[in-house]
């Protein structure tokens, strides 16, 4: 992914500005920031779901050769499912309470492969086994609200899968999940990632989730990549302040220091009175230069970039 720019409006106004990423096979990639900068309209702009009056202004992304944000919708609908699975933040509004898990599941395995209603039912069963369900068969019967989250959020796994798909887009897979739920997700993530090869785009504000999970971490804030390297790299030496504000911020074991705040909020689109660095209102070390243009993404590491006037001076 190249330029990636998301607007509204005759005289645009930015959510997401020249965003560049790249996506490996059996490899995970977390993006991480507040809520607001971004991350999720990035992953929903990818697969041409972006609300209206939301547009893609600008940019490619090559998937196997082909710039899908320059396909049709037609095109789209054999990517989503078939090529990229997306599991949502909250499986009981992407679950339809109105339809049997058997038939949801179902309606995905038959979007991209010719087969009976018997031959599909049958392929459901064995995802739910899959995904470490107990009794599948008689889950496949039961309606959303009869399951618990945990399970919920398995059969929505079970349906971004039926498409047998080469990535997956995780939106925030374990929100609103107790610790033990969440951890035996990640874990069947992982193993789906090792037995077929997945590339994984995990989208989350958890870094304790990122460092249990990710190989290289993109952070975004006001709709920007500030910063983007290996994992053990961004926690060993966080190269932006906001990278570092968000490691203060979050609890760790062992850790004696109280977790610290960042002040401040992350800014409304549009609402930035200066071109320069988006995090210069909250920055503890911002400098006046800050206000004056964006600082590029360069080279701070190895396999390791950053936006930020003090980390490439």
């Known amino acids: 992914m190249r330029g990636l720019s998301i607007g509204f409006g005759s005289m645009p106004t930015m959510l997401v500005e ?7 096979s059996g490899r995970t990639l977390a993006l991480v920031g507040e809520s607001g900068c971004g991350k999720s309209m990035t992953a929903l702009a990818l697969l041409g779901l972006l609300p209206p009056p939301l547009r893609v202004l600008g940019g490619s992304a090559l998937l196997d050769g082909q ?28 679950l339809n309470p109105a339809f049997t898990i058997a038939d949801q599941i179902i309606e995905a395995i038959t979007a991209h492969r010719s087969v009976s ?5 049958d392929q459901a069963g064995t995802l739910l086994a899959r995904m470490r369900i107990p009794d599948p068969q008689r889950v496949l019967g039961e309606y959303p609200h009869r399951l618990s989250g945990g399970m919920r959020q398995r059969v929505v796994i079970a349906i971004a899968m039926a498409g047998k798909p080469g990535a997956l887009f995780a939106d925030e897979p374990t929100t609103a999940l107790d610790v033990t739920v969440q951890a035996q997700i990640l874990a069947l993530l992982r193993e789906l990632q090792q037995d077929a090869g997945l590339a994984l785009l995990l989208i989350t504000h958890n870094l304790g989730v990122v460092a249990q999970s990710a190989h290289r971490v993109a952070v975004m804030y006001a709709g920007r990549l500030v910063e983007e390297g290996p994992t053990a790299e961004i926690f060993a030496h966080p190269a932006h302040p906001y990278t570092r504000g968000l490691l203060a911020a979050t609890p760790r074991p062992g850790r004696r220091m109280l977790p610290v705040p960042i002040p401040g909020t992350v800014p409304a689109p549009g609402s930035l009175r200066w071109r320069g660095c988006a995090f210069a209102a909250r920055c503890p070390a911002v400098l006046d230069a800050c206000r004056d243009a964006p600082p590029p993404l360069a080279v701070v590491g190895t396999g390791h970039r950053a936006a930020c006037i003090r980390a490439i001076a």
Do not use: K, Y
């Not at 020249?18 to 490996?24: F, G, R, V, Y």
């Not at 944000?69 to 499986?91: K, S, Y």
């Open 18 to 24: 020249d965003m560049a990423l790249s996506l490996e």
């Open 67 to 94: 710039d899908i944000l320059a396909m049709t919708q037609d095109g789209l609908r054999r990517v989503r499912g078939r090529q990229i699975g997306l599991i949502l933040q909250e499986p009981m509004t992407a």
């Open 117 to 121: 209603r018997h031959v599909a039912l």
